[in-house]
């Protein structure tokens, strides 16, 4: 059960703050903060949002920037296309992302959890607003929480769960464009619920989850689940940029004015505003998302006091010693050449996509069929057409055994925009020129002659000695 917290609890290192010794839920009200990381992340954060947003709206080469479009197995990137046959390039795609993720990690610690990643630019630039909004700063929210029923507190209560449910609706309505397309999930929306029952049950389930996280699950996200945040020791070391408290210039701490104390005047704010719960002066810890909020608390009271801001700042162990921070060092190196090799190749692979797929198959039955004047193979080729705009192809052999020819195509075959066409043909050898299976080469050109793909088939038949 939820523990909601009249108060601020202390943390410490033997126990997750937002966990209560029985196993219950200690619940967050960190304090507001600004400052110049607090406005930085925010403007990432409405970027990022816009982004999310608008990708499914802009269109390019008549479809959307991004429509991963399960239904028809293409997947459209800012106007290239991609087909099934092509998903191994994700392969590289997500290897370079992911060795870009160890790589700024071991150069900047978690800059993607407090800048980035979408659970917390959708918690803290939108949820905890709402939140804020309606019910007030932290220990208004604290007060809340410990009041008793009242028509104040339903309305607030309602009024807050109302926007949370019809933001995690929104945002999972725009997840969802990215693989239906904004028009298909329009109709979808404008139709009886027992018309699409499958999509319906999708959004009510996806909704219900972001509702859940963003709502309550929150921080314990990045605890409890989050994969990342455990790989972080594996990944840094102590040249790695982190947010850190400065223990030489802070300690021994004590209140304004107490001799001998150094500039941590333990007014506990880094704590109060902190997310996760946790506090920066006992060292990096797993629960950090390095959302900077405790370094804009910090600063303030630094310049409340009249001291230097940057008690706690982005700084290296070696930084925080007093020793030079070395970004070039094995590990970012080697995970800097991984990224590289990753891209290098996503690259490369990403313009060698043509704009059409071709597939040669044999036909189904017999393998070869014989005549009095030839050797014959029936065979079938599969076309798409990866372009909004028709396009016509033709097909020929090349390498191909003496005597062979290709039969049944005739004209280039045209092809709707992302039509997908199966058209047999018939591979023909004279029975005098047959030497046995043979294979070659299918090309498919474009009729303009710009791409053509190569597809290797065979010709098979009987023993040649039974000609003989
Ligand atoms: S906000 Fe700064 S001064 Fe206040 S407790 Fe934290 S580190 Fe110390
Ligand atoms: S310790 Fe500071 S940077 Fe880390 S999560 Fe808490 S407030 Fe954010």
Redesign the pocket.
Known sequence: MTKRASQAKRPNLDSVTTINQDGSRFFLHPSDVSGRYVAARRFAAILLIAVYAGLPWIRINGQPAVFLDLFSRRFHLFGITFAAQEIWLAFFFITGLAFLLFFTTALFGRLWC?WACPQTVFLEHVYRRVERWIEGDAPARRRLDAAPVSGTKVFKRVLKHGVFILVSGAIAHLFLAYFVSIPQLYAWMTASPREQFGAFSFMAVSTGILYFNFAWFREQLCIVICPYGRLQSALIDEHTVN?AYDERRGEPRGKLGTEGAGDCIDCNR?VQ????G?D?RQGLQLE???????IDACDAVMDKVGRPRGLIRYASEQALEGKPTRLLRTRTVVYGLFMLAGIAVMLFSFSRVQPFEATVSRMTGQPYFLTEEVVRNQLQIRLVNKRNETAAFRVFLEDAPPGMQLAGWGEAMQLEPYEERTRPFILVQPREQYTGRARLDIVVESEDGRNRLRRRAEFVGPDPRVFQ
Do not use: L
Request: glycine share 6%; proline share 6%; with cysteine.
């Open positions: 407090g947010v880094c505003v902190c997310p996760t946790i920066i950090c998302v390095a959302c900077t909020a405790c």
